[in-house]
């Protein structure tokens, strides 16, 4: 991981990766299948709101609006949750995250803990720390549970195992479930009702028995206090209400101002993500209550980059992400490569752009590139984010963080600019590659563009210079014409 965490260190980048996966045909089968059925869920439900367009603008506009204000919502959420009883830290980066959250289980004196999924505390490799520390974090989630046993990497927001089909997740199950706890049952069937029960009766044993655990936040209401997560399964139903310790780790960005703005998220989150018209579990607590729930809640609110991505106007408005993956499952590039080849936690459109501002550009300069600037991602995005606009933005960052004067491309360029600010020099070009052009063309196209310029022409075929410029036919046909 990299010191903010989010990017796997060792991954190749984009457009290497992005080449491994369209070659694995039944990765392309899977992800087109699930991708396709989730859209077509979407699609449908949200289509029963008459006023869905206006809900988007009320959350595009509630996000903009605490943006402004993060400072004032944050210590307003502070205090309330420290008045219910709970506890509040802070933390810069992931490498404190990490430690406070460690420390908070050590001082528990337990080894073990279980999880609710969370791309926070994926975004700040927490269960390797915690395993550092000799302690072992269970994930409870379904999906998530899938790539633990397999030690393997999510690939999707809403759906981390959406890589894997149902033959692929049983022949996973009777391998590794005895490493974990309770082993798969024998002759275990590939029907997904017989792996949820598998999968249940794996973890049964560690919700009674854990005495910590750990999540993330949906959201987090200020003036209440009130922390809420959001699930299909109930496993994190379990999570936070058996153990005696509960600790969450939540983006800073996840505060939203009172219970009225979230109502209007908790429309657009389940239609965005599942297709559903609610979440069949919707958690919501308010720091400790005897006799009630965990004893202690330690809410840990991480930066990691949050504040300098507020810093920037143009790309700020990723903040507003729900997590809800629409955008990927619309997204043509991530339905044929997945999510792995983004080598971040974040994957898809939203990897895209939020990952390269809360690592810098430098440590995810192919990113902003992953995408064919269509548009699907901002139609689909339930806050309303424009992700082309973001994406442009930064591929401008990128050029300037990694430009040398010397490179190809900018001595490139500097020529171009020279020929075009002339008359003289730009008739000579024009013909000069209407000559080349007619001898590198085979059947109106150019293949491989010699020297430096094969990049280009390595992925695209470039059509062949017409045989005269515009402005010789002008001189030729009109040129003195009124």
Known sequence: MSDRGVVWLGSPSFPEAA??????????????????????????????????????????????????????????????????GATVHWASDAAEANRIVTSLVQATGEREVVKVKSMATQEIGLNEALAREGITAYETDLAELIVQLGEDRPSHILVPAIHKNRTEIRDLFAAEMAHWGEPAPEGLGDDPRELAEAARRHLRKKFLTAKVAVS????????????????????????????????????????????????????????SSTGERMNPYTSTWTGVTEGDGPSQFHLVLLDNGRTDTLADTVGRQVLGCIRCSACLNVCPVFERTGG???????????????????????????????STLCGACYDACPVKINIPEVLAHLRAEVVEATRHPLSPEALAMKAAATVLDSPRLLSAAQKAASLGGRVLAREGRIGRLPGPLHGWSDTRDSPAPPAESFRTWWRKNREGTP
């Open 19 to 84: 080449r491994t996966a369209l070659a694995d045909q039944q990765l392309r089968t899977n992800l087109r299948r699930a991708t396709t059925t989730i859209r077509d869920k979407r699609l449908a439900v949200a289509a029963e709101l008459d006023d869905w367009e206006e809900l988007r603008t009320a959350a595009e506009a509630i996000k903009r609006r605490t943006a402004r204000h993060l400072d004032r919502y944050l210590l307003q959420l502070e205090e309330a949750v420290t008045a219910a």
């Open 216 to 271: 993330g936040a949906n959201f987090a209401v200020a003036d209440t206090g009130t922390v809420t997560v959001v699930e299909s399964e109930g496993n994190g139903r379990m999570c936070l209400t058996l153990p005696e310790t509960l600790i969450t780790v939540m983006g800073i960005e996840k505060v939203v101002p009172t219970w009225s703005d979230l109502e209007v998220f908790l429309q657009l989150l389940p239609r």
């Open 340 to 370: 792995h080849a983004y080598g971040s936690v974040y994957p898809g459109p939203i990897g895209a752009v939020l990952t390269p501002q809360l690592v810098g550009v430098e440590q995810a300069a192919s990113l902003p590139f992953a």
